[in-house]
């Protein structure tokens, strides 16, 4: 097939996807990971809303150790340039609440995350880039295989503090973009802490004493918004936390966290 021909069957085929344009976390698993979207999160009412786009159905478990890592993977072709990622985690049941404050950071990535696209217009729908679609029919383009690589969907090893307490819980990855303004992408995993605290007063006392996660660009829930010019860049995390990776140069945006030790 011609260069040309294959660019036009590419296009027609992600024209034709309901995902296409955006990102999913795949790993851990999510709650209803056949339904899960890869779209923004929407306004209370909408189709996705916040919390976890209202996706409360379990499918699996992921077990996660205290004091180790977990992997984070992702499938999508549009990651927008790449942008800022926060992980975190929900003791307060299932389904889990939509209180802003019980959702708690625990590793946060400033630019890098989930891809460093280095071409404009920062997405990999490209015939060099495009792997196909997913079981589900999700776009998804050329895996990364680490946290370093350009022009490819990272994956992260993501540390999992030793004091938490064990027991289920809710992880969540948060994604302000590269490229897009006013936008919040939000996918939620049940999870099981072990190797971690039995003791629940201080297993509580160490969550009660991580940050929330930031929360922007979704109305009744907060009156911030990424961006009130348009502007756009690496967003600059407020209060990222105890445990982050900074970023390799400095961000573009008005906002300065304050300094956070590294894990």
């Given amino acids: 097939m011609a260069p040309t021909t294959l660019s036009a069957a590419l296009t027609a085929l992600l024209a034709g996807t309901a995902a296409h344009g955006h990102m999913m976390m795949n790993r851990p698993v999510p709650f209803n990971p056949e339904k899960a979207s890869t779209f923004p999160l929407e306004a209370p009412g909408g189709r996705f809303p916040y919390p976890c786009q209202g996706m409360t159905e379990v499918a699996y478990r992921t077990p996660v150790v205290a004091g180790q890592t977990t992997l984070v993977n992702f499938t999508g072709a549009a990651p927008h340039g790449g942008g800022s990622c926060q992980f975190g985690i929900n003791y307060q049941g299932e389904p889990y609440t939509d209180n802003p404050d019980d959702w708690k950071t625990i590793y946060t990535v400033i630019g890098g995350c989930p ?14 880039h495009f792997r196909g679609l997913d079981g589900d029919g999700r776009p998804d383009a050329v895996h990364c295989g680490d946290d370093k690589g350009l022009n490819c969907i990272r994956q992260f090893n993501i540390p999992i503090p030793a004091g938490l307490p064990n027991g289920d819980a809710t992880f969540a990855w948060v994604w302000y973009n590269k490229i897009t303004a006013n936008e919040l992408y939000m996918m939620c995993a049940p999870i099981t802490v072990t190797g971690g605290s039995d003791q629940e007063e201080d297993g509580a006392s160490f969550v009660r004493a991580l940050p929330s996660m930031f929360l922007a660009n979704i109305p009744r829930f907060t009156n911030c918004t990424t961006s009130t010019t348009g502007e756009h860049g690496v967003f600059n995390i407020p209060n990222p936390g105890f445990f982050l990776r900074p970023p390799p140069r400095p961000p573009y945006s008005p906002w300065r966290a304050p300094p956070a030790r590294t894990q």
Avoid: S, V
């Fill in 115 to 128: 891809a460093e696209i280095t071409a404009t217009p920062g997405n990999l729908e490209d015939p060099e």
